[in-house]
């Protein structure tokens, strides 16, 4: 998978679960900010990411994931 | 003590999703059973189910408080949402006074099953998301109904089988009588699919009358095989009569009594001393007599054991007075959990437009149901007190007895 398609991928996905509109899915934006997760909803933020990439943010990994420009580093890294 | 008066309904069934849909029904007799295939391909004895339409939440509720509501918190959120409105209370009330909520509900298997798969399948109990936990809760309407509607007085879901809604109400009437809280939002939530009802069609207790769904739920029947599940939610709003005249509310009607009882005997097979002395109770404690009572809204659910003992209790209170006893679970079957908060308001409609919905499919009497006035099919009639029975597994009663105001 090509980083546009992660990043399609996973926006979509984002956009869908969490009930933004793509557009304001920035590389640089915070995703908690962003998405208004919370504690909680961070949960569903790892599940979606294992479910649609078959990959398992650990917690530790987690922490670092600021912007969705981070995360779709990750992605690229450790997707599957 | 304080009188407890009826001031909001609300009601997600399948009769219909307003108290009008559900008066029209009533009146019209329509049943609310049908076939469902996927129960059958999952190897049910028994593919009969109600049914109630999916709402959709989505615009009227964020995301973050959807995730934690199983379906059955979904109708207790349309029918308190209406409830609420009929009653009058809105955001500000609710923010400067405390109101109650106590609800009935006693499962909610679709969440369970579905992270237990999770677990299963991923080995990591991070996958089942955030949801999973409140879904799976017994207390996952109340948890989630205070929250939506920041309702600031008890908090409570009563687990008691299929008298789960009839004793939310009782309790909180006894609440509002003893001057504990001015207004209680009370009623009962059952969830609709394979999932909550497959074990209990495991043992033979649904009727397999599949070829006639609206012929199968025949309460008080001699042929009857078996009840039929179903499900939804209903919603009352009850206050102390000083607040309901205090805030100009409209008065459906007063809860006179409650009464209840346990049976100290068999697990699934009801007795008749237990039921007896849950209306007794009901009816010392509402100060009224037998002849009072303009009709009797029956727990019978359309099993053999189960009606039959009932009938027995009833005759051994009503004796021969013609006094019209009816289920309307012959219309939407065995709503379990709600069934006690939904036949309060079918029982209220009825008494508000002054008929009785016939017992549907009531064709040929049995030994005991012949001692009793039960009406095949709808009758015009004023009456201005009623009575409902509410009884569940492990021998839980509950009788509310209410009149019209």
Request: hydrophobic share 40%.
């Amino acid at each position: 998978m090509t980083k546009q398609e992660i990043i399609a991928k996973v926006n979509a996905a984002l956009a869908e679960e969490f009930e933004v509109e793509e557009s304001v899915l920035a590389p640089e934006a915070n995703i908690k900010e962003t998405l208004e997760l919370d504690s909680l909803s961070l949960v569903d933020l790892v599940a979606l990411i294992e479910s649609n990439f078959g990959v398992k943010i650990a917690g530790s990994e987690l922490v670092k994931i600021q912007t969705f420009q981070a995360l779709y580093d990750y992605l690229e890294a450790n997707a599957k | 003590m304080n009188r407890v008066v009826i001031t909001g309904m609300g009601i997600w069934s399948c009769l219909g999703t307003t108290l009008d849909e559900v008066r029209d029904s009533l009146y019209n007799g329509k049943s609310g059973i049908i076939f469902d295939q996927a129960r059958k391909d999952m190897g049910f004895r028994s593919a009969l189910t109600g049914v109630v339409p999916i709402p959709n939440l989505k615009g009227e509720l964020a995301r973050s408080q959807r995730v934690y509501m199983p379906e059955q918190a979904q109708y207790a959120y349309c029918s308190t949402r209406d409830a609420l409105k009929d009653a009058g209370l809105d955001a500000d009330f609710i923010a400067a006074n405390e109101v109650g909520l106590i609800f009935g509900n006693d499962s909610s298997a679709v969440p369970v099953v579905k992270a237990v798969d999770t677990m299963r399948e991923k080995k990591d109990t991070t996958l089942c998301g955030s949801g999973a936990i409140f879904q799976s809760m017994n207390s996952t309407v109340t948890m989630n109904l205070d929250c939506i509607f920041k309702l600031k007085g008890m908090n409570m879901t009563v687990s008691a089988a299929c008298a789960s809604g009839s004793h939310a109400i009782g309790l909180g009437a006894l609440l509002i009588q003893n001057g504990l809280q001015d207004i209680v939002v009370c009623g009962g939530a059952q969830e609709i699919n394979p999932f909550a009802v497959g074990s209990f069609d495991g043992i033979s207790a649904f009727s397999t009358r599949e070829d006639a769904p609206e012929k199968a739920s025949r309460p008080f029947d001699r042929d009857r095989d078996g009840l039929i599940p179903s499900g939804g939610a209903a919603t009352i709003v009850i206050e102390s009569y000083e607040s309901a005249v205090r805030r100009g509310a409209h008065i459906y009607g007063e809860i006179l009594g409650y009464g209840f009882s346990g049976n100290g005997d068999h697990i699934s097979s009801p007795n008749v001393d237990g039921p007896k002395r849950s209306l007794e109770m009901a009816l010392r404690r509402a100060g009224v007599s037998i002849d009072e009572i303009g009709y009797i809204n029956a727990h019978a659910t359309s099993t053999h054991v189960g009606d039959t003992n009932e009938a027995k209790a009833i005759y051994a209170v009503v004796g021969d007075r013609k006094i019209e006893v009816t289920s309307t679970k012959s219309q939407t079957g065995h709503e379990m959990w709600m069934a006690g908060a939904s036949e309060v308001i079918y029982s209220m409609l009825m008494m508000k437009n002054d008929f009785i919905a016939g017992n549907l499919n009531f064709e040929n009497p049995d030994e005991d149901s012949a001692k009793l006035l039960i009406p095949a099919h709808r009758i015009e009639k004023k009456f201005d007190t009623f009575l409902s029975n509410s009884f569940g597994f492990g021998g839980t009663n509950s009788t509310l007895i209410v009149k019209n105001l």
